[in-house]
């Protein structure tokens, strides 16, 4: 045994190295993306990105179905994605044990939505168990396996961002690795009607046993305290009532928060005299208190909306909350920006100055909607842009077909843009897609896509041909360009959305932050031919800024892409090399 001071996400790929998981198929998606990253380095498991989180919940199954303990893991709007497979996986049970890890993004720190995954767990009829540090993240991965295969169900592993990205120190150890033969069982694992049928009261059952076993469960436990307030909570929330209460007041720790135990809540209330639900985002532990007959306060108290705060609990109770420092001045925004030489930016500057309707797609591109630019005005979730570029297309006609494109990441497009431009292809509106190759998965931290040609590991894998795909879909036209090169990507656009046909633009150039791609030399100012202009200004650079009314450029941000030096119309902008050599 040793002990680590470790992240969540990284202790719960350590429970699932201890657990004898011998398969991992996932999709990135932050918070839960270092999951899978960390559990690729040990070797004695297979890892691999899919192409989407339906794909990769599908393939871990398969694995389970094989006799070997499998996982996958997604963010929450990862598991809409995965659903289909989930819900009817809860009918079928499993082979070898099987988790699903969930990671919500309660304050929306890098998300579209705030979604609470619990209400997944209630409705597919399956465990949810849910860790509040690092220790019990490993020790909860664990469990999740033997609840899997005791009572023959996938698991869900409930994350958050919190929980995910903050260290605690845990207790690491051995590996032990079960092995289950594969044995054939039509009326188990064939669902078409006859047998789901037969399959659904052995899935009311399974719940009603689940909950005897949350009765009793180590990881639903009673910390009493002051009895005049009882509190029930779970996940990050317990570690925010701990700290503002101590043993003032009594706990009621849940670890599993589906199924919800009876009598143990109800034992519970009987020995405090006021009752409280501390929990993020929907009132899912509070509505259940209330069904059993029981007076409790939570929602009335605390919101529905946000990442809670131990000060914030601290005032909704009337507890004290300590004095917060201010700072004299204010601190001025700072929103988020496209990277310097970030090759999605010549071609938003493109697309905005031709006036086009942009619709948008989920990815760091999607920064394509901050000022300066402001050249998106839709996004929706993953593959939505070219869904919706048909539809609204197929609706205004004409006069938006020639003004109006959908872009898509090169990653996103695997994972669920193909069906959209398929139906483009299929139903033929006069649509233009925009896929935006920037040879990498970038919104969740460089990871390899099915169109990189790398796996997880780095390792040479099976590469997509975008181009001969898009033909194979029925694309006639598919033209390829460099968004570095501003009148390249002029002339295209405006080639291709005159024309009276589908087309598909590819936009490559591999992302600035890149390991493999070469730092040019810096570009730099000609103060005597600068006049303040601040044409350069408009493609929202943070490289670039003005300072006593001319442009300046700061050499330890620049890449050297060269595309302020194409809008400035009087040669005041150029590589430092150029400089020097002359």
């Known amino acids: 045994m040793a002990k680590e001071l470790m992240l969540g996400n990284k202790a719960v790929a350590r429970g699932l190295y201890e657990a004898g998981v011998c398969f991992i198929s996932s999709y990135p998606g932050t918070p839960s993306t270092e999951i899978t990253e960390e559990a690729a380095r040990y070797d004695e498991i297979y890892c691999e990105w899919a192409p989407n989180e339906k794909v990769a919940m599908e393939s871990a199954f398969g694995a389970s179905l094989a006799g070997r ?6 963010k929450h709007v990862g598991l809409n994605v995965a659903a289909d497979p989930l819900y009817t996986m809860s009918y079928t049970g499993v082979n070898a044990g099987f988790v699903i890890c969930v990671a919500d993004d309660a304050g929306m720190h890098s998300s579209q939505n705030e979604q609470d995954s619990r209400h997944h767990a209630i409705a597919a009829k399956v465990p949810m168990l849910e860790p509040s540090d690092s220790a019990e993240a490993l020790a909860f991965a664990k469990l999740a396996y033997e609840l899997s295969e005791q009572f023959d169900t996938p698991v869900l592993l409930k994350m958050c961002t919190r929980v995910a990205h903050s260290q605690a120190l845990v207790e690491t150890g051995e590996r032990v690795v079960p092995d289950r033969p594969y044995e054939k069982n039509i009326s188990k694992y064939v669902m078409m009607p006859g047998n ?4 659904h009261p052995i899935v009311e059952q399974r719940t009603r046993d689940l909950t005897a076993w949350a009765e009793t469960a180590p990881i639903n436990r009673v910390e009493m305290g002051g009895t005049a307030l009882g509190i029930i909570t779970c996940s990050t929330s317990y570690q925010y009532v701990k700290e503002v209460f101590g043993d003032s007041v009594s706990v009621l720790k849940l670890g599993m928060t589906n199924p919800l135990p009876v009598q143990l809540i ?3 209330a009987a020995k405090v005299d006021k009752l409280a639900v501390v929990e993020e985002l929907d009132p899912i532990i509070e509505n259940h208190v209330r069904s059993l007959g029981l007076e409790v306060h939570g929602k009335d108290m605390l919101p529905l909306t946000g990442e809670y705060m131990p ?34 930016r010549g071609m938003f500057y493109t697309l905005k100055k031709n ?18 630019l402001a050249a998106m005005e839709m996004t929706l979730c993953m593959g939505a842009s070219i869904g919706a570029l048909h539809g609204f297309n197929k609706m205004r006609g004409p006069e938006s077909e020639h003004k109006t494109v959908a872009v898509i990441g090169d990653s996103t497009f695997m994972h669920s843009g193909m069906t959209g431009l398929a139906n483009v292809a299929y139903n033929q ?33 099976g ?9 194979a879909m029925g694309f006639d036209r598919v033209r390829v360009v460099d968004p570095y090169n501003l009148a390249e990507c002029d002339a295209v656009i405006k080639e291709e959305l005159a024309a009276d046909a589908p087309s598909v633009i590819i936009s490559r150039r591999p992302c600035a932050l890149l390991k493999t791609v070469k730092r040019q030399p810096a570009f730099s100012v ?3 031919k600068c006049v303040g202009c601040k044409a350069c200004m408009r493609i929202g650079c943070p490289a670039i800024s003005i300072r006593n009314k001319k442009a300046c450029v700061d050499v330890t941000l620049c890449v050297g892409c060269g595309v302020c030096g194409q809008l400035c119309k009087f040669g005041a902008l150029g590589s430092t090399a150029k400089e020097a050599q002359a």
């Open 69 to 74: 303990r499998a996982f996958c893991a997604q």
């Open 196 to 199: 789901a049928i037969r399959r």
């Open 266 to 268: 109800k034992d519970f």
């Open 311 to 344: 000060n914030q609990i601290a005032a909704a109770f009337g507890q004290p909350v300590p004095e917060s420092v201010s700072l004299p001045d204010a601190i001025p925004p700072r929103p988020p920006v496209m990277c310097p030489g970030c090759p999605h």
């Open 355 to 372: 006036g086009c309707t942009v619709l948008g797609d989920i990815g760091c591109y999607t920064l394509g909607a901050v000022a300066p």
């Open 429 to 461: 509106s006069n649509s233009t897609v925009i896929i935006l190759d920037n040879s990498i998965t970038g919104m969740t931290g460089h990871q390899q896509n099915p169109t990189t040609g790398y796996n997880i590991k780095g390792d040479p894998a």
């Open 463 to 471: 590469k997509i041909d975008l181009e001969a795909l898009c033909r």
């Open 526 to 528: 000609n103060a005597d």
